[in-house]
């Protein structure tokens, strides 16, 4: 059975800083793996797809990698701003036609 | 201007008493979805319809149920509220169920239960 894990749960960082969100999974043999954001009272938007055959993808100031592999994926934000306090999760896609997702990573960017 | 509205968006209900939650959707997409997510958790797929086709999770309880009357409106109810019950409730659509990684999400409706 799939299962993925966000770690940290959550993460506080000063504005301007470059930093890393992680996901794992336990089952390499995805389809491909999402990326969404999730903000209070706006329910979830999507931020990047990669498909099992792409290394990462890339949408202005956020690069998403993926290691099947290794079952990891990391979403990088370059010179975080205050916009991006959100909480961020990953999902990924098996065989039907299910997301299974990550208890997701809540980011603070302090001004 | 919202594609995926969710009402309302806060309920409160008591124990035991039956309580309907309701999406609407102007993209006229295929399927719809219903999502449970507690407090710091990651959101669970109750049931989806595919157009008047209801797929039931294997793990959603009885207590939960969903109705479809036509393509823009689906509603959850929730027979007998448990303290447990206690969660943000999240719609979404997309075109077909090959389209899931293109889903579109209400704002979702925080259930309290006292």
């Known amino acids: 059975k799939q299962e993925v894990t966000q770690i940290p749960a959550a993460l506080s960082v000063p504005e301007g800083e470059n930093l890393v969100l992680n996901c794992s999974f336990t089952d390499s043999a995805i389809y491909n793996l999402q990326w969404f954001r999730q903000d209070p009272g706006k329910g979830l938007t999507s931020l990047l797809l990669?498909?099992?055959s792409q290394r990462e993808q890339t949408s202005g100031r956020l690069n998403a990698s993926l290691d099947k592999s290794s079952g990891r994926s990391t979403l990088y934000i370059a010179a975080s701003q205050p916009g991006d306090s959100a909480t961020y999760l990953c999902a990924v896609k098996g065989s039907n036609y299910q997301l299974i997702w990550g208890a997701g990573t809540k980011l603070i960017i302090k001004p | 201007d919202a594609m995926v509205i969710q009402n309302p968006r806060y309920q409160v209900t008591q124990f035991g008493k039956p309580v309907t939650l309701s999406c609407s959707q102007t993209?006229?997409?295929?399927?719809m979805y219903w999502y449970q997510q507690k407090s710091s958790q990651a959101p669970k797929l109750l049931f989806h319809?595919?157009?008047?086709?209801?797929?039931n999770e294997a793990d959603t309880p009885d207590n939960f149920q969903s109705r479809r009357p036509n393509t823009s409106f689906c509603f959850l109810d929730i027979r007998s509220p448990g303290l447990g019950d206690a969660a943000m409730y999240l719609c979404?659509?997309?075109?077909?169920?090959?389209?899931?990684?293109?889903?579109?999400f209400g704002a979702g409706t925080r259930l309290s239960v006292l």
């Open positions: 979404a659509t997309s075109r077909d169920l090959t389209d899931v990684n293109i889903q579109y």
């Open positions: 319809y595919y157009d008047k086709d209801f797929n």
């Open positions: 990669i498909q099992s």
């Open positions: 993209l006229n997409h295929n399927v």
